[in-house]
């Protein structure tokens, strides 16, 4: 059974940080790019970071670039997103997602795999 399970959302005020952990499970996480996408109401769902799990390639929207960091540890089949700097706008929810494929730039808007998500809700 595949799993994709995020956690470390929650309530922060503006400039501050947090960290989402996303652990995943029952596929072969090296084959994969796993990325960040989130949808804040009335919003569509866009796609915010990705990773390439083989060969380290990443992808950042331009609304995150310098504040956020994706990165993976392969030996736990994890990806992190380290979000600084957090503004309002930054408020939505964050779900984990995965698609087959060597690189950052595989993923699409419509990936394989799916979490739940977790609510990131930055006050000003």
């Known amino acids: 059974e595949v799993q994709l399970v995020e956690s470390g959302g929650g309530l922060v005020q503006a400039g501050g940080s947090l960290r989402l952990s996303c652990a995943t499970s029952?596929?072969?996480?090296?084959?994969?790019?796993i990325g960040w996408f989130r949808q804040a109401p009335g919003k569509e769902r866009e796609g915010v970071s990705y990773?390439?799990?083989?060969?380290?390639?990443?992808y950042y929207a331009d609304s995150v670039k310098g504040r956020f960091t994706i990165s993976s540890d392969n030996a736990k089949s994890t990806v992190y997103l380290q979000m600084n700097r957090l503004k309002p706008e930054d408020t939505a929810v964050y779900y984990c997602?995965?698609?087959?494929?060597?690189?950052?730039?595989?993923?699409?808007?419509?990936?394989?795999?799916w979490g739940q998500g977790t609510q990131v809700t930055v006050s000003s």
């Open positions: 997602a995965a698609e087959r494929g060597p690189t950052a730039q595989a993923m699409s808007p419509y990936p394989d795999y």
């Open positions: 029952g596929f072969t996480f090296d084959d994969y790019a």
């Open positions: 990773i390439g799990s083989s060969d380290g390639s990443t």
